[in-house]
């Protein structure tokens, strides 16, 4: 972002020369010396192809975010007490601070219908470099600014099993299930879900029904096409959906889903709040093939760049896109998904009707082969894929819980099948 | 030497991208060939007695579908009435040359061959369209006429079926494509392995788990015979960063391309648009007027820069002639 803050989307190429010419008049029209929204200041920003000052800007950023706010609220007549969820990043970082804004006193709305609870943090260390004591202190220090209570997870609690306590500490755990995997996407599949549970599990230990994310325009459209690929299509509508019933009793809700990465950079930059940056997996990385995600966020950068309605467009495509209903109670045992019946141990777990799916390479070794079959009966197809990529020995005890789980429903399914009534009806 | 992992003798030639598994050449053909037969059963894509036109463009993916329908047709009996169905745009240097490989796959698998011109359809051939409207958006107009030509050409030769080459990679671009344009009625569409089961001619993709590599490897080893010459109207760039996107993404995770993962989508769709009928032509269509119409009519009164915005309703306010709102209040 240059100083002033001043930016704008570059024109696009391909649009019809009908479209293009509407753009470039509407563009020509609207670059104003004096905002076009409150007609008295002099304007500092352009956004979205309107050149407004910085109080409409801040004011057209709290308005969206409240709309967005509110499409969340599952019911309508309650106060919410919601927890958010800081990784540290811009967006999460924006997130608590327009949030305690709009409680505070720029609403009235918002303070009667929402309360900050507290603020979650998953400390990855382990899976990218340790947090020191500093980030440790200024991620602390970004919640007692609000005065709002603050939960550091470790990730290696998702390793936490009262059953069966082990000798190896949750970071040797972690670094196991690191180098148990055999690629980079498959890592950074199964962070994002472990993480998500753990946040889950969490606000739901803590009494909490709802966690706010942060997640921008920008990471919305990212995951949504990431997912996709990952062969998790059938799932986005509960992955990066308004009102998921992903995680059961606790919601997660993306307030910020309107905003694209540069927006919210020139909120941040004038507001002076500052992040605190934690590196991930693929930070350092200069290879484009890194991983599935990697390779998307620089894809649709890129057509950003070129076609600057990239982002909101699959925004658009994402909203529309919906879970079937399904009466069926499983869900997949590493990431929570629901299972469609086709995506059952019928149909991928047994003998591949794809020889693609059930690759022999790599998953040899007979000591394992009870617990794969088990596992891997259970999960989701994209997590089946992510069986492909993983020694199933380091994953966390509670994907076997889970697995176990779900085949006792299933046999107890079987044996009264023939006397339930078609479902779905 | 390498061993084939199948047949445990042969000399192992290839690496399946699919599945990364080692084979010789004829545990390759056979692995192909077998996976596309049971793609058919499976799907009951045919039956018994069936006229099937192979919609036929001389390029890789129709030579190779052209004669694996013919072999297999053979081998499992399936009592099919084949034949080769090609679309001639006009286009100089392009098309007529890939035409000639169609011709001579006529000969080769001794099966007949219809050719449709634009020009004897619409009047107009692609170098007329080209020099008329220019380099900018000509492909939507090529791709409109495309799509209804082949229908019209095998309702001329009374087909009950129309087959495509259309691989596992053509079927994740277009589901790309559809999910970055925003276009939810064509991405419940595309996905499907037949199209058009009610209105117009049934079309079938038997390569829909076939990965474009596959059928790359399959047409060298064999020697066919096909035409690898980009159009020379300039391929479409928006297209090309999908298709880049894929080839790496292919590269990091050989399985995304299948299009198992994504057909589920379809069924998570909560609008489907309806599909009637064109006022005009009769072809199927989700407007009053059928894009083709629309486009022709702009051509031939010599406005088509109006109408090519393309995708919106706007679109057909100010192109469909009143006609058409007279009808919808009668």
Same mark, same amino acid.
């Given at each position: 972002?240059?100083?002033?803050?001043?930016?704008?989307?570059?024109?696009?190429?391909?649009?019809?020369?009908?479209?293009?010419?509407?753009?470039?008049?509407?563009?020509?029209?609207?670059?104003?010396?004096?905002?076009?929204?409150?007609?008295?200041?002099?304007?500092?920003?352009?956004?979205?192809?309107?050149?407004?000052?910085? %109080?409409?800007?801040?004011?057209?950023?709290?308005?969206?975010?409240?709309?967005?706010?509110?499409?969340?609220?599952?019911?309508?007549?309650?106060?919410?007490?919601?927890?958010?969820?800081?990784?540290?990043?811009?967006?999460?970082?924006?997130?608590?601070?327009?949030?305690?804004?709009?409680?505070?006193?720029?609403?009235?709305?918002?303070?009667?219908?929402?309360?900050?609870?507290?603020?979650?943090?998953?400390?990855?260390?382990?899976?990218?470099?340790?947090?020191?004591?500093?980030?440790?202190?200024?991620?602390?220090?970004?919640?007692?600014?609000?005065?709002?209570?603050?939960?550091?997870?470790?990730?290696?609690?998702?390793?936490?099993?009262?059953?069966?306590?082990?000798?190896?500490?949750?970071?040797?755990?972690?670094?196991?299930?690191?180098?148990?995997?055999?690629?980079?996407?498959?890592?950074?599949?199964?962070?994002?879900?472990?993480?998500?549970?753990?946040?889950?599990?969490?606000?739901?230990?803590?009494?909490?029904?709802?966690?706010?994310?942060?997640?921008?325009?920008?990471?919305?459209?990212?995951?949504?096409?990431?997912?996709?690929?990952?062969?998790?299509?059938?799932?986005?509508?509960?992955?990066?959906?308004?009102?998921?019933?992903?995680?059961?009793?606790?919601?997660?809700?993306?307030?910020?889903?309107?905003?694209?990465?540069?927006?919210?950079?020139?909120?941040?930059?004038?507001?002076?709040?500052?992040?605190?940056?934690?590196?991930?997996?693929?930070?350092?990385?200069?290879?484009?093939?890194?991983?599935?995600?990697?390779?998307?966020?620089?894809?649709?950068?890129?057509?950003?760049?070129?076609?600057?309605?990239?982002?909101?467009?699959?925004?658009?495509?994402?909203?529309?896109?919906?879970? %079937?209903?399904?009466?069926?109670?499983?869900?997949?045992?590493?990431?929570?998904?629901?299972?469609? %019946?086709?995506?059952?141990?019928?149909?991928?777990?047994?003998?591949?009707?794809?020889?693609?799916?059930?690759?022999?390479?790599?998953?040899?070794?007979?000591?394992?082969?009870?617990?794969?079959?088990?596992?891997?009966?259970?999960?989701?197809?994209?997590?089946?894929?992510?069986?492909?990529?993983?020694? %199933?020995?380091?994953?966390?005890?509670?994907?076997?819980?889970?697995?176990?789980?779900?085949?006792?429903?299933?046999?107890?399914?079987?044996?009264?099948?023939?006397?339930?009534?078609?479902?779905?009806? | 030497?390498?061993?084939?992992?199948?047949?445990?003798?042969?000399?192992?030639?290839?690496?399946?991208?699919?599945?990364?598994?080692?084979?010789?050449?004829?545990?390759?053909?056979?692995?192909?060939?077998?996976?596309?037969?049971?793609?058919?059963?499976?799907?009951?894509?045919?039956?018994?007695?069936?006229?099937?036109?192979?919609?036929?463009?001389?390029?890789?993916?129709?030579?190779?579908?052209?004669?694996?329908?013919?072999?297999?047709?053979?081998?499992?009996?399936?009592?099919?009435?084949?034949?080769?169905?090609?679309?001639?745009?006009?286009?100089?240097?392009?098309?007529?040359?890939?035409?000639?490989?169609?011709?001579?796959?006529?000969?080769?698998?001794?099966?007949?061959?219809?050719?449709?011109?634009?020009?004897?359809?619409?009047?107009?051939?692609?170098?007329?369209?080209?020099?008329?409207?220019?380099?900018?958006?000509?492909?939507?107009?090529?791709?409109?006429?495309?799509?209804?030509?082949?229908?019209?050409?095998?309702?001329?030769?009374?087909?009950?079926?129309?087959?495509?080459?259309?691989?596992?990679?053509?079927?994740?671009?277009?589901?790309?494509?559809?999910?970055?344009?925003?276009?939810?009625?064509?991405?419940?569409?595309?996905?499907?392995?037949?199209?058009?089961?009610?209105?117009?001619?049934?079309?079938?993709?038997?390569?829909?788990?076939?990965?474009?590599?596959?059928?790359?490897?399959?047409?060298?080893?064999?020697?066919?015979?096909?035409?690898?010459?980009?159009?020379?109207?300039?391929?479409?760039?928006?297209?090309?960063?999908?298709?880049?996107?894929?080839?790496?993404?292919?590269?990091?995770?050989?399985?995304?391309?299948?299009?198992?993962?994504?057909?589920?989508?379809?069924?998570?769709?909560?609008?489907?648009?309806?599909?009637?009928?064109?006022?005009?032509?009769?072809?199927?269509?989700?407007?009053?007027?059928?894009?083709?119409?629309?486009?022709?009519?702009?051509?031939?009164?010599?406005?088509?820069?109006?109408?090519?915005?393309?995708?919106?309703?706007?679109?057909?306010?100010?192109?469909?002639?009143?006609?058409?709102?007279?009808?919808?209040?009668?």
């Amino acid at each position: 972002m240059s100083e002033g803050g001043k930016f704008e989307d570059n024109s696009c190429g391909e649009v019809p020369p009908e479209e293009a010419r509407r753009q470039a008049d509407r563009l020509k029209k609207k670059i104003s010396d004096i905002c076009v929204k409150c007609r008295t200041e002099k304007s500092t920003l352009l956004f979205r192809k309107e050149s407004i000052c910085w %109080p409409c800007y801040e004011d057209q950023i709290i308005r969206k975010f409240k709309t967005q706010l509110n499409a969340t609220r599952k019911n309508k007549s309650q106060l919410e007490k919601v927890l958010i969820a800081f990784s540290g990043g811009p967006s999460s970082r924006a997130l608590i601070h327009i949030l305690n804004e709009c409680i505070l006193g720029r609403s009235n709305q918002a303070s009667a219908f929402f309360e900050i609870g507290g603020i979650i943090h998953i400390d990855e260390s382990g899976v990218t470099k340790p947090e020191t004591a500093e980030e440790k202190e200024k991620l602390a220090q970004v919640a007692a600014s609000y005065n709002i209570p603050y939960h550091s997870v470790p990730f290696g609690s998702i390793f936490n099993d009262s059953e069966n306590p082990t000798q190896e500490t949750n970071r040797e755990k972690i670094e196991k299930l690191m180098q148990g995997c055999t690629t980079n996407t498959t890592r950074e599949d199964i962070i994002f879900h472990m993480r998500n549970l753990l946040i889950a599990n969490t606000a739901r230990t803590l009494g909490y029904e709802k966690v706010l994310f942060g997640t921008s325009a920008s990471r919305m459209a990212t995951t949504l096409i990431s997912l996709v690929c990952k062969g998790r299509g059938y799932n986005v509508a509960q992955e990066i959906g308004n009102n998921d019933t992903k995680y059961g009793d606790v919601q997660f809700g993306y307030p910020m889903r309107d905003f694209l990465g540069k927006e919210v950079s020139v909120y941040n930059h004038h507001k002076h709040l500052e992040d605190v940056f934690l590196p991930s997996l693929d930070t350092k990385t200069s290879d484009p093939k890194f991983s599935i995600d990697h390779l998307t966020e620089s894809f649709i950068e890129g057509l950003q760049v070129d076609f600057s309605h990239t982002v909101h467009t699959l925004l658009r495509s994402s909203v529309k896109l919906t879970m %079937p209903k399904i009466d069926q109670p499983m869900t997949c045992s590493i990431c929570a998904a629901s299972l469609l %019946p086709s995506t059952t141990s019928q149909s991928i777990g047994g003998e591949g009707k794809e020889d693609s799916c059930c690759g022999e390479n790599g998953c040899g070794g007979e000591e394992w082969l009870v617990v794969v079959a088990n596992i891997s009966d259970y999960v989701c197809g994209g997590c089946h894929r992510v069986m492909n990529e993983i020694s %199933p020995q380091v994953l966390p005890p509670y994907v076997q819980h889970n697995a176990d789980r779900n085949g006792r429903s299933s046999r107890l399914r079987s044996q009264i099948e023939d006397y339930l009534l078609d479902d779905g009806e | 030497m390498k061993e084939c992992t199948r047949c445990k003798t042969g000399r192992a030639v290839v690496k399946r991208p699919k599945t990364a598994e080692m084979m010789c050449k004829p545990c390759f053909y056979h692995v192909f060939e077998e996976e596309i037969h049971q793609t058919i059963v499976d799907n009951k894509l045919f039956k018994a007695g069936d006229r099937v036109a192979i919609a036929a463009s001389g390029g890789k993916d129709s030579t190779v579908l052209a004669e694996v329908m013919t072999t297999l047709n053979q081998r499992y009996n399936y009592g099919l009435d084949l034949f080769l169905l090609s679309v001639d745009e006009g286009i100089t240097g392009y098309r007529d040359d890939s035409l000639e490989t169609v011709k001579r796959n006529q000969e080769q698998y001794k099966i007949p061959l219809k050719i449709v011109s634009y020009e004897e359809l619409y009047g107009w051939t692609m170098d007329a369209i080209v020099a008329k409207i220019g380099l900018k958006n000509n492909c939507t107009f090529c791709g409109v006429f495309r799509r209804q030509a082949l229908d019209r050409g095998a309702m001329l030769l009374k087909a009950d079926k129309i087959v495509t080459g259309h691989n596992a990679d053509d079927i994740a671009e277009t589901v790309l494509l559809n999910l970055l344009r925003g276009d939810i009625s064509r991405l419940t569409r595309c996905t499907s392995i037949t199209t058009g089961t009610e209105d117009a001619l049934p079309r079938m993709k038997p390569f829909k788990y076939t990965y474009e590599k596959e059928i790359v490897m399959y047409a060298y080893f064999k020697k066919l015979d096909y035409f690898s010459t980009e159009c020379i109207y300039s391929p479409n760039a928006y297209r090309g960063y999908a298709r880049n996107f894929l080839k790496d993404l292919e590269a990091i995770r050989p399985s995304s391309i299948i299009g198992e993962n994504l057909h589920i989508q379809q069924e998570t769709l909560s609008k489907i648009p309806e599909q009637g009928k064109c006022s005009r032509c009769n072809y199927i269509s989700s407007n009053p007027v059928c894009k083709a119409c629309i486009l022709l009519d702009s051509l031939n009164r010599g406005m088509p820069k109006i109408e090519i915005a393309d995708e919106g309703e706007k679109v057909e306010k100010e192109v469909v002639p009143t006609s058409v709102h007279k009808t919808i209040n009668f």
